[in-house]
T-cell receptor
């Protein structure tokens, strides 16, 4: 019954080695978001897609990229992970743009070694 | 710019006792307000939201929250907590006319339940 599915749940990557996190949704929602949440902190929006329209937050590092090949899937690519990128990465979706409820996946815990 | 303050980093409550988690916001107009809950190692789940109308909002799992414009607050309450309520709780404020890309989260309150 999971509606927003993130894979993997736990990811260990080496310093500087590219890594991709994936998110899929069965809700057919237009909007998909990627958040970064570091320990004991609030989620921080990295970017979002409205359909195929990509919107990057101004302070998101260039090291973070995203792809949305279709409505159901969205990927977060970290080109050269640093130790400071270790965090929980949350994917979320919403039906529309105007303050509708966001549905979150369970997150991917990224460890950088 | 909007902001959210959750003044309590950590709260401990006995099972069966009442609960109130505080949230104060800063926004130039009437905001959209949300409470999310995050269990350990999980994503966020919406408990309740306020957009307009009745200032007392009922949510899931027996939670409610009251919007008080004069105090710029949106405190979360539950009359009797259960051990399963132990989690991190996030208050969030959204900007009218925008989507969740303008959602600002507070830093969270960790709730511990003791027997």
């Amino acid at each position: 019954d999971a509606m927003v599915i993130q894979n993997p749940r736990y990811q260990v990557t080496q310093f500087g080695k590219p890594v991709t996190l994936s998110c899929s949704q069965t809700l057919n929602h237009n909007v998909m978001y990627w958040y970064q949440q570091k320990s004991s902190q609030a989620p921080k929006l990295l970017f979002h897609y409205y359909d195929k329209d990509f919107n990057n937050e101004a302070d998101t590092p260039d090291n973070f990229q995203s792809r949305r090949p279709n409505t159901s899937f969205c990927f977060l690519d970290i080109r050269s992970p640093g130790l400071g990128d270790a965090a929980m990465y949350l994917c979320a979706t919403s039906r529309g743009r105007l303050n509708t409820e966001a549905f979150f996946g369970q997150g991917t815990r990224l460890t950088v070694v | 710019a909007q902001s959210v303050t959750q003044p309590d980093i950590h709260i401990t409550v006995s099972e069966g006792a009442s609960l109130e988690l505080r949230c104060n916001y800063s926004y130039g107009a009437t905001p959209y307000l949300f409470w999310y809950v995050q269990s350990p190692g999980q994503g966020l789940q919406l408990l309740l939201k306020y957009f307009s109308g009745d200032t007392l909002v009922q949510g899931i799992k027996g939670f409610e929250a009251e919007f008080k414009r004069s105090q710029s607050s949106f405190n979360l309450r539950k009359p009797s907590v259960h051990w399963s309520d132990a989690a991190e709780y996030f208050c969030a404020v959204g900007a009218r006319g925008f989507g969740n890309e303008k959602l600002t989260f507070g830093t969270g309150t960790r709730l511990t339940i003791i027997p």
